[in-house]
């Protein structure tokens, strides 16, 4: 298989902040396209195989449980290994070196992880919440 383009974590890290290097990673697919996590079985087959099991807490630790591996987005709730470079079934049932380059992985959210297959570029603002401040609920009580 020829891929279109190859990304790696070492770009990604040489990125400087969290919306680019969601910019760098995002896929644009279309949700019910067929996608290696269409066959559900080769998911379980590869999340429970000894090198992933060893390699999971090895991506997480190096990335210090940062969403996109950056710095000040930790991730208190579950979390994911996304492959840079999607995977197909084919690479999982040859053992392809491509799943398990941990260049090739990164840590994120759930979220992120949708928007990176999914996304559009209105999308980033979700992610992220306005601070509040006083009479934010309030529009008529602000002060201009």
């Known amino acids: 298989m020829i891929r279109d383009s190859i990304k790696s974590y070492d770009e990604l890290k040489a990125i400087d902040n969290f919306e680019d290097r969601l910019r760098y990673l995002m896929l644009f697919g279309d949700v019910a396209v067929d996608t290696f996590g269409y066959q559900r079985y080769l998911n379980q087959i590869l999340y429970k195989c000894y090198e992933w099991r060893n390699l999971r807490p090895y991506i997480i630790t190096r990335d210090n449980g940062c969403?996109?591996?950056?710095?000040?987005?930790?991730?208190?709730?579950?979390?994911?290994?996304?492959?840079?470079?999607p995977i197909t079934a084919e690479d999982v049932l040859q053992r392809r070196p491509?799943?398990?380059?941990?260049?090739?992985?990164?840590?994120?959210?759930?979220?992120?992880?949708?928007?990176?297959?999914?996304?559009?570029?209105?999308?980033?603002?979700?992610?992220?919440?306005?601070?509040r401040s006083a009479n934010d609920t309030a529009p008529w009580k602000r002060r201009t």
């Open 98 to 131: 491509i799943v398990f380059d941990p260049n090739n992985l990164v840590t994120t959210t759930l979220n992120t992880h949708n928007i990176i297959h999914y996304g559009s570029e209105s999308d980033i603002d979700l992610l992220f919440y306005k601070e």
């Open 67 to 85: 969403d996109l591996a950056c710095d000040g987005y930790d991730i208190y709730g579950n979390v994911l290994i996304h492959h840079i470079n």
